[in-house]
Structures are given as C-alpha cells and as structure tokens.
T-cell receptor
C-alpha cells in the first residue's frame, strides 16, 4: 500500500519569495513520485516526476523537487514565487512494482501568493 | 483535437436519478481512470481500466458503474445518484502504468439535489 501526506492545506508566500510545498510518502516498494498543479476550474497538469533517475528533478514553470529516500520526502520548491503560481498543488505516488491502480494523491496544498 | 475530453462540464441532477459522465481520449492510451475530488480529500480513485473490457475498483467504487467497450471511451454511471456523490469528477488516461504521467480531463462538476 502507498500513501502521500502533504503538510499544510494552505501555504501563503509573498511574491518573489521562496516556495516550499512539503510531501512525504509511504511505499512498500521504490516509488515513482509526481507533482501536479491545478488552476481554478481546470484539470490537473503535470509539473514534474521522479522515476528513479536523478534525485533532483526539474519541472515546468521553474519548479523543482528533490527525492530524499532517507526522509521519504519529495518536497516541491521554486526560488521566486510569481502571482501566476497561485493554484492547488498535488503530490502523488505510483507503485513501481507494477500495481495497476495508478496514482495515489495527497490532499493537496493551496498556494496563495501575496503581492 | 487530440486530448482527453469530459462531458458534460456541469450537471445538476436529482436524488435517485441515473446519470452518466462521459470521457473520451484520442491517444489510444491503454489505461483510464475516474477520480472524484472533494475538499479535504484530494483526489480519490473510483474505478480504473487497463484495457478495453478490463475494469477494476478503486478506493471509492460504491454507487458507481463503469464500462469500456472501446479503448477511447470510459463512461462513469451513477445508478441512483445521492447527495454524497456531489463532487468534481476527473477522468484521466495513461499510456503505461506507474512511471508515465496521467493526463487529466477538465472535470465534470456534478451537483445532486
């Protein structure tokens, strides 16, 4: 079984400040990890994914995430927040062992950007 | 246009009625999924399908029925809608399982009154 915990249902940062969204996972096998973004009234869009290659993964819109096995974490960061980053962010885990039931999502973190 | 489309985008129905949400993808992806999104719960898997005529239950399947007679379509039916099924429903598809990203539709906002 696998699970995802996102710390903080809401995160507020000032424009230009560092963005840090936390994600911890639980998986009985080496995981594949994903970050998705959801803008209002839209579907989910992939930001980045970790599939056992480089532990530091770069994604779209200046976001990156680092896989830390010892901490079972996959936190999402961006050096300088922009107003357009305001959205809902979801961390998700997939079973690399071939489980056929797709992604398990965290409950999401709503990112608020203060001007 | 290539992609994954859901219809309708918005639906209001009455308790006890049957309603079907449609999902169509043009990539010929093998895997398709239905999720529901609720405040405080994130996305929860309802049903998934590994190929045409192969479907299986997810985390919250009760009250829902799916079918997949063609690779590109994966309709979700609420046999007798209840207020607890008021939610936003997302369909997704994926070429392979596990490491490939899933592509999501725009969602259907369903209100059961």
């Amino acid at each position: 079984a696998q699970s995802v915990t996102q710390l903080g249902s809401h995160v507020s940062v000032s424009e230009g400040a560092l963005v840090l969204l936390r994600c911890n996972y639980s998986s009985s096998v080496p995981p594949y990890l994903f970050w998705y973004v959801q803008y209002p009234n839209q579907g989910l869009q992939l930001l980045l994914k970790y599939t056992s290659a480089a532990t530091l993964v770069k994604g779209i819109n200046g976001f990156e995430a680092e896989f830390k096995k010892s901490e079972t974490s996959f936190h999402l960061t961006k050096p300088s927040a922009h107003m357009s980053d305001a959205a809902e962010y979801f961390c998700a885990v997939s079973d690399s062992g071939g489980g056929a039931d797709g992604l398990t999502f965290g409950k999401g973190t709503h990112l608020i950007i203060q001007p | 246009d290539a992609g994954i489309t859901q219809s309708p985008r918005y639906k209001i129905t009455e308790t006890g009625r049957q309603v079907t949400l449609m999902c169509h993808q043009t990539w010929s992806h093998s895997y398709m999924f239905w999720y529901r999104q609720d405040l405080g719960h994130g996305l929860r898997l309802i049903y998934y399908s590994a190929a045409a005529d192969i479907t299986d239950k997810g985390e919250v399947p009760d009250g829902y029925v799916v079918s997949r007679s063609k690779t590109e379509n994966f309709p979700l039916t609420l046999e007798s809608a209840t207020r607890s099924q008021t939610s936003v429903y997302f369909c997704a598809s994926s070429e392979v399982i596990s490491k490939a990203e899933a592509f999501f539709g725009q969602g259907t906002r369903l209100t059961v009154v």
